[in-house]
């Protein structure tokens, strides 16, 4: 059973940084498509961005030109680095791994980490 761990979230004041880390273990996730989602309080989850095993990258328009998507294939772990934040940034933030096992679709979530940015 693959599982993915989250790390690196924290409180952080507005125009901040904050970078946060997936590490995946117990399955092979190196051909899995990987993305990051949030939730805020009494919204909606959303993707935040996404990453596929060629390199193709997606961001939410909320956060493009301020977060950075990108894997390490041989550390196993998922980033996403945030600059600028902004107060609505604040949410928990989810590493997720949707991978295709032919013919099947297994969809892999980590247990979330708080990213809190104050004004």
């Known amino acids: 059973q693959g599982q993915l761990e989250e790390s690196g979230g924290g409180s952080v004041q507005a125009g901040g940084s904050l970078k946060l880390s997936c590490v995946a273990s117990?399955?092979?996730?190196?051909?899995?498509?990987m993305a990051w989602y949030r939730q805020a309080p009494g919204k909606e989850r959303e993707l935040v961005s996404s990453?596929?095993?060629?390199?193709?990258?997606h961001y939410a328009d909320s956060v493009k030109g301020r977060f950075t998507i990108s894997q390490d294939n041989a550390k196993m772990t998922l980033y996403l680095q945030m600059n600028s934040l902004k107060t609505e940034d604040t949410a928990v933030y989810y590493c997720?791994?949707?991978?295709?096992?032919?013919?099947?679709?297994?969809?892999?979530w980590g247990q979330g980490t708080q990213v809190t940015v104050s004004s």
């Open positions: 990453i596929v095993s060629a390199g193709t990258t």
């Open positions: 117990g399955n092979d996730f190196s051909s899995c498509a």
């Open positions: 997720t791994a949707t991978c295709v096992y032919y013919p099947s679709v297994r969809n892999y």
